[in-house]
């Protein structure tokens, strides 16, 4: 029922935009969130937004760099997008999309569905 895309191999300072395609149900009402799970390491929060789009969470190491946006219209295909720009070599890792049906959270865990990830490779 969602599922990512827009990932791929880029060299540091380089910019993609993730999309989350949500099919199946309505995930206007969800929180959405964006975590990533690098190679050898355990799943982290990256960022969120509430179902209006107008409260945002960043995880640190991406502030300033990485801008989460929502469509909630129901002719569009995806519901969230993950900007990222001025990428790192650290933020290689599987990117996953999550809907939520409570608050904004980074607890992944509260989160209720969750897509197929997408692959982010930040050469140096």
């Known amino acids: 029922q969602l599922q990512a895309f827009g990932g791929g191999s880029v060299q540091a300072g380089d910019s993609l935009r993730l999309s989350c395609a949500a099919s199946?149900?309505?995930?206007?009402?969800?929180?959405m969130g964006w975590f990533r799970q690098a190679p050898g390491k355990e799943r982290e929060f990256v960022a969120a937004?509430?179902?209006?789009?107008?409260?945002?969470?960043?995880?640190e190491s991406v502030k300033g760099r990485f801008s989460i946006s929502r469509d909630n219209a129901k002719s569009t295909v995806y519901l969230v997008y993950l900007q990222m720009n001025n990428l790192k070599p650290e933020d290689t890792a599987v990117y996953y999309c999550?809907?939520?049906?409570?608050?904004?959270?980074?607890?992944?865990?509260?989160?209720?569905?969750w897509g197929q990830g997408t692959l982010v490779t930040v050469s140096s």
């Open positions: 937004t509430s179902q209006s789009g107008r409260s945002t969470d960043y995880t």
């Open positions: 999550a809907a939520d049906a409570g608050r904004l959270t980074r607890t992944g865990s509260r989160y209720d569905y």
């Open positions: 199946g149900r309505t995930f206007s009402s969800y929180v």
